[in-house]
């Protein structure tokens, strides 16, 4: 409701970041917001190998504690509308990731 709100007084289009641990929320939020979802899927020990380089020595724990959080989170489903996965993987650097997710925006 705040995005709608901030949407209508504002304008434009918009990039919300969250996460988002269903199919089902994020069908609510599509429909609620008219949203368009990308999705950025890591296995399991992908995410754990980046976030041990991140938070590794300011905070430990830290990584263990977020890689414990991957199960709570779905993938794109085949069926699923306007939602558009990128699989990130262990080569993968930030400025890969992010001009996958441009692509997907240019077809949009």
Sequence with gaps: ???LSEKAKIG???VVTDAIPTRKI????KKECNAIFIVLTVSEEVQKARLEKRHSEDEPGMA???TSLYKNYEPVQSDEENAFEVNITP???L????EKVLDIIKKI
């Excluded at 400025?95 to 992010?98: C, K, P």
Aim: hydrophobic letters at 45%; charged letters at 40%.
């Design 95 to 98: 400025d890969d990731v992010v």
């Design 12 to 14: 434009g289009d918009w």
């Design 64 to 66: 263990q504690w977020l």
């Design 26 to 29: 994020r069908d609510v939020v």
């Design 1 to 3: 409701q705040d995005i």
């Design 91 to 93: 080569e993968l650097k």
